[in-house]
């Protein structure tokens, strides 16, 4: 093709002064294209920058002269006449938008091009989409882009008022593809020479330092994102309902605010309140054009609310919305995978087709994958799947361990991980997954959901070791974790029969059992039989002469009648262990085949079954191997506390060193002091009349507060006035007092009124002194252990965080005299409260 050339440039005249004629169309154009893409962008890239401009003239000057032999007519053959650009944080940022206009837009395919298929594999180059475009009738506004398209700008109009060749190039592309563009594509590609073959190697290696770089951000901003919308595993159910509160407040000031109700409706869910998420996401599911995200939300909430009654209308009406969903993307995993589930257990074949589809889409991800092999072993009775899908099954693990680990998708990841590992026989791996996943649930939903995928397996489960553990745990930790009278009767009917029930208050001894660890157990007994001196109740343990069992038959040798011992034992016992039928009141028995988790589980499920709630039990931890390790974690998910003997090694370390439970409420790394033991041990309730406890509490706290001023800067938070005192801090001085009874009575000492017959005493001697701060230490010890402090270089309120957090005989003389002056002045400050000490004499060793 030429053009004509009658004249030199009269063709161009021509064409430029038709051009500037529709200028101003096409800056219209360029408006209302800025517009509807910033809208969009706003849901799916809200930090992408949005261009949009109508060509300048010399600019198309410039273009048809260069182009002048390859054109006839370029002010109707060009499509770049109004430009748009699109460049956001991410891959699938770009993702995102180029799917909204591609749904929205009429796309010229011929003239549109994908750049990055262009280059070698070797290039980044001048990277991204491009697509021509023309505003579809009929399309805008929406719910989400309320933009009214002119009439001039549409396909249709009148030809009089309508734009010719009213068509646009839009680009999208990532921030460092446009950096790359904007630097290099100029001076390397128009340079007008032969560029050096050094400079485009220098070219060619920024190129592939920016698109590795790409791939990297990309992928942490998406992980940073499903960070980001991952509630649960950061709050408490309590923290999630302040939470609901506050974004819907927000919400009343923007009520069409798609994302706002997103995240609530999420974080409902979260808490198990499903019709509560149901009422946030009907207004968005009844627009013109729901979000297929909404849609799926708003279905497994309407399942999850009527999962009771799936043959009625509102469980059906939420299938069919997802199944909408499905429809208008079929790739969206998440999507295929809630409808698979909304047909478990309907149609059951279905189901694993659904669930096969999800996990066809993403090979790695763990719970499409852990829901097909669900259904799959549900139906054909088998696991002759999982030795092929070995690999699929590692990766898929691998992936929900990265969930884990930066703590999005819990407790569901949890879950995954736990089931996948009994399918490649990882069966304690498995169980701290589980207890993990227990100790972290935020609603008994996902424990039903999680025991219902495991119940799936058991046509095969006796032949997956583990099985019964990971059931009898979930079990254990709805009766625990959300009490209820089914969950309660599900445990009652594991209960050993025949038997007693246990009686509070109740401790757990366990750890090293094994010829190893012997030695080590042996070093602690002394701490073990100081601790326990004075305890009353029930001491559970292993029910062999071994170990800690060993240890705890001395235990019970001690404490004569006021400990009664119970051992657990399998029905098994290997050659190796000697049961110790005198040392223990009574020895109960499970089915396993030698020692398992089957035994603590027992212990739990005897416990539960009783009344008894798990948080007034105390588990005391020495060394250990895979049995102890699983034992301490199962304690800690039913909210148990634990100590852990500092110093004993093995199982007792790699707990304490566990990012996943390190920090976990009622996990206490134990000093070797028997003060703290015996404190921990003693069960924590309240024996003054509550005023006169309030009273001795401030007056402990105002005495201490005078002497600290003294010594160190008046801003520690922990010499506030009362009024002002932080709670906890308050209770730490309640406890003081509570203590003071009970430590009284082991230097033969009783409180009493001040008007008591008898004589009351001042002050104590130098020896009753020294004992009663001891105790008073080991009583702050545990206090502040059980109050999530631990031992730190520095104090440090907000961290919870104490240099004086260890044993007596490792404390400062100047500190210590913190505690004797608590204990000197225990007679006066019962004496302002109306009390007075007496002596009654030492009770019988």
Known sequence: ?????????????????????????????????????????????????????????????????????????????????????????????????????????????????????????????????????????????????????????????????????????????????????????????????????????????????????????????????????????????????????????????????????????????????????????????????????????????????????????????????????????????????????????????????LHRRAYEHDPDDPYALTAFLASHIALERTLGVCAPMSPAIRAAIGRADEHVAVGINLPEALYAGGLLRLLVGEPYEALAAYARAVAVATSADSLIGALRMLDRLKNAGSRIEGFEWARRLLLLGLAARFPGASHQAAVAQL??????????????????????????????????????????????????????????????????????????????????????????????????EDFSPLEPLQTWVDIVAAGVDPATVKVIGINGGPIAAAEFRIALALGASVALIEGSGRATAQLMADPLWADTAGLLPMPTDPATLRAFLRPREPIMAHNVRELVAQRIHEVHSAERRQQIASGDPALAPWDSLDETLKDSNRAQADDMASKLEMVGCRIVPVDAPGDAITEFTPDEIETLAEIEHGRWNAERLLSGWRWGGTKDVGARRSPYIVSWDRLADDVREWDRNAVRAIPGRLSEVGLAVQRTGLPDA
């Open 1 to 353: 093709m030429t053009a004509p050339k009658s004249s030199e440039h009269a063709w161009a005249l021509s064409q430029i002064a038709e051009f500037s004629s529709r200028r101003d169309g096409y800056a219209l154009f360029a408006e209302t294209l800025r517009a509807v893409l910033g809208h969009a962008a706003k849901r799916l890239a809200p930090e992408a920058i949005i261009q949009a401009r109508a060509k300048a003239i010399p600019s198309f000057a410039e273009k048809i002269e260069r182009k002048r032999t390859e054109l006839d007519d370029p002010v109707n053959e060009l499509t770049d006449l109004c430009g748009g650009r699109v460049i956001t944080l991410t891959q699938g940022e770009v993702r995102a938008m180029c799917d909204f206009i591609e749904s929205h837009f009429d796309i010229d395919w011929e003239n549109s091009v994908d750049v990055t298929e262009r280059h070698r594999p070797s290039e980044f180059g001048y990277r991204s989409l491009h697509y021509i475009v023309s505003f579809r009738p009929g399309v805008f506004p929406t719910r989400d882009v309320p933009v009214e398209i002119p009439e001039a700008l549409l396909p249709g109009a009148d030809t009089g008022s309508r734009l010719p060749n009213a068509r646009a190039e839009i680009q999208v592309r990532t921030l460092l593809e446009h950096a790359w563009a904007a630097i290099s594509h100029d001076r390397l590609y128009k340079a007008g020479f032969a560029v050096p073959a050094v400079i485009e190697r220098e070219f060619a290696t920024t190129a592939a330092l920016l698109e590795s770089a790409d791939r990297s951000f990309t992928g942490a901003i998406e992980r940073l994102s499903d960070f980001g919308s991952s509630h649960g595993v950061y709050q408490s159910p309590e923290d999630l309902r302040q939470e609901i509160d506050l974004l819907s407040f927000v919400q009343t000031q923007s009520p069409d605010d798609l994302g706002l109700a997103l995240r609530i409706a999420a974080l409902a869910s979260a808490l198990g309140e499903w019709d509560e998420a149901a009422q946030v996401l009907e207004p968005h599911a009844a627009c013109e054009r729901p979000e297929p995200k909404v849609l799926t939300s708003l279905g497994v909430a309407l399942c999850m609310q009527y999962a009771s009654a799936t043959v009625g209308d509102e469980y059906k009406r939420g299938r069919s919305l997802i199944e909408q969903a499905v429809a208008l993307d079929p790739g969206d995993a998440t999507a295929l995978e809630a409808l698979a589930r909304a047909w478990d257990y309907v149609d059951d074949e279905r189901a694993r087709d």
């Open 495 to 592: 209960a050993t029969p025949y038997v007693d029930a246990l009686r509070e208050p109740i401790a757990i001894l366990t750890g090293g059992t094994s010829a190893e660890s012997q030695a080590i157990v042996e070093a602690h007994r002394g701490l073990l039989l100081k601790g326990f001196d004075g305890f009353v109740g029930t001491l559970v343990s292993g029910g062999t002469s071994e170990g800690v069992s060993g240890l705890a038959g001395q235990l019970r040798a001690q404490g004569g009648t006021s400990v009664r011992l119970i051992g657990y034992l399998p029905r098994l016992v290997s050659s190796d262990a000697t049961v110790a039928s005198e040392s223990f009141d009574e020895l109960r028995r499970t089915g396993g």
